[in-house]
T-cell receptor, first 116, second 112 residues
Framework: DTGVSQDPRHKITKRGQNVTFRCDPI?????LYWYRQTLGQGPEFLTY????????KSRLLSDRFSAERPKGSFSTLEIQRTEQGDSAMYLC??????????????FGPGTRLLVL | AQSVSQHNHHVILSEAASLELGCNYS??????LFWYVQYPGQHLQLLLK??????LVKGIKGFEAEFIKSKFSFNLRKPSVQWSDTAEYFC??????????FGTGTRLKVLA
């Protein structure tokens, strides 16, 4: 399978615990995105990497959230001291920018987080 | 602030009926427009996209969408739906930046 992959697919944790999610983008895609989707809503942008550089973080991303993309390949999203409000589907997407402003993001299956 | 509105949250159709799902966005500059589909238990898949040129865009599985700049709209259409089109459909706008703004989605149920 050459699409975007995410691991784990499901995570149940207790409030206050730390969790880490992994995303493997499509090979050679230089951009990687994290989104969050809650019930009844569309995905909301969290953060974005161009190669290994994190270029923007949404206001939705509190200090408890951190994302990395070492070596510009896979990415991890860590949530520290989880809260019940963090329960959501966390989506990863990747793209390859060919022309300025023209790119298509391809999404992974997501990691569904439930904080008890 | 940029936003995307999908007016129909739930749509129920019989097979062979025609489909039109509305999408309006608020942004005054150049936009890239997308429709994604999420079938039950599956991840978001690209249905079609518009960057520039012909405002009538054809996608996979017989879907098409029309970009009407004056109306800030990008409605999705299909002349004859099938049971297998049952899914959730998301309109997304790339408005001058790398991030997409998504609508809240439309759940389509097609009755066999």
């Amino acid at each position: 399978d050459t699409g975007v992959s995410q691991d784990p697919r499901h995570k149940i944790t207790k409030r206050g615990q730390n969790v880490t999610f992994r995303c493997d983008p499509i090979s050679e895609h230089n951009r990687l995105y994290w989104y969050r989707q809650t019930l009844g809503q569309g995905p909301e942008f969290l953060t974005y990497f161009q190669n290994e550089a994190q270029l923007e973080k949404s206001r939705l991303l509190s200090d408890r959230f951190s994302a990395e993309r070492p070596k510009g390949s896979f990415s991890t999203l860590e949530i520290q001291r989880t809260e019940q409000g963090d329960s959501a589907m966390y989506l990863c997407a990747s793209s390859f920018q060919v022309l300025a402003g023209q790119e298509t993001q391809y999404f992974g299956p997501g990691t569904r987080l439930l904080v008890l | 602030a940029q936003s995307v509105s999908q007016h129909n949250h739930h749509v129920i159709l019989s097979e062979a009926a025609s489909l039109e799902l509305g999408c309006n966005y608020s942004y005054g500059g150049t936009v890239n427009l997308f429709w994604y589909v999420q079938y039950p238990g599956q991840h978001l898949q690209l249905l079609l996209k518009y960057f520039s040129g012909d405002p009538l865009v054809k996608g996979i599985k017989g879907f098409e969408a029309e970009f009407i700049k004056s109306k800030f709209s990008f409605n999705l259409r299909k002349p004859s739906v099938q049971w297998s089109d049952t899914a959730e459909y998301f309109c997304a706008v790339g408005a001058g930046t790398y991030k997409y703004i998504f609508g809240t989605g439309t759940r389509l149920k097609v009755l066999a």
